[in-house]
Structure formats: structure tokens, C-alpha cells
């Protein structure tokens, strides 16, 4: 159990450990990302939850394929060079990558002048 002290407490208040509060409504809290503080607290989400599985994705789409060493088919392949993004391909392996909890849709426009493109990612829970 993790030893909490107050800013400012004195060393002694070191010695008792200090249970941290459960989250009122959740069945299965998990920390919510990005980290973030709740008042005095980590943000919780509830695991399998809408907003869960929205994390999940988010952490998908902003990771470079082999940016994690113990799960380097995790994350989305650079396309700067390539011919743009398959977003039936990427929809497919993230519901992959989320076994089954998911239904992901993609959508994508086309390159404007300046080479941008608008892209739609839609979640929502597998029934």
C-alpha cells in the first residue's frame, strides 16, 4: 500500500499508509488517459465502458506502429510517405486490438490543396 503524505505534513505522517477512496458508480475502475486529476483524486473510468473503449482507440491512433517494444503491432503505420491511410484496414485492426468489445468506423476525405485530410473516427460498444 502506497505511503501518502499532505504537502507540508510532518515526516511522521509518513508511517500510516493511506487508502486511497473508490470511485462512487464505477463497477471495475481503471485510471483514465491522458492521467488527469478528478478534485484530489486520478481520474477513473469504468473498464468496458464507452469512455474505456474511446481511450483505447485514442491510444491506437496516436501511436507509431513499433512504438511499444512488448506490443509493436500496436499503433498506426507513419503514412507521410505512403499512399494514405486504408481506413478499413485501420477500423479492422483496432477492432482487433480491442477483441471484440468495439465497432470502429473511418472515414476519410481526400487530400485538399495543402495536403490535409479530414478524418472521422466513430466508436461505439459491441453489443
Do not use: C, K
Amino acid at each position: 500500500m502506497p505511503l501518502i503524505a499532505e504537502p507540508g505534513a510532518s515526516p511522521s505522517a509518513l508511517t500510516q499508509p493511506v487508502v486511497l477512496p473508490s470511485t462512487p458508480g464505477l463497477q471495475v475502475p481503471g485510471l483514465a488517459w491522458p492521467f488527469r486529476m478528478s478534485g484530489r483524486h486520478l481520474a477513473a473510468v469504468e473498464q468496458g465502458s464507452i469512455e474505456d473503449v474511446e481511450q483505447s482507440v485514442h491510444s491506437y491512433l496516436a501511436t507509431a506502429r513499433g512504438e511499444r517494444p512488448l506490443s509493436p503491432d500496436f499503433g498506426l503505420e507513419d503514412p507521410t510517405f505512403g499512399m494514405g491511410v486504408n481506413t478499413a484496414l485501420v477500423a479492422s485492426e483496432i477492432m482487433d486490438a480491442e477483441d471484440g468489445r468495439a465497432i470502429v468506423t473511418i472515414t476519410a476525405t481526400a487530400p485538399d490543396g495543402a495536403g490535409s485530410v479530414a478524418v472521422d473516427v466513430h466508436v461505439e460498444l459491441a453489443e
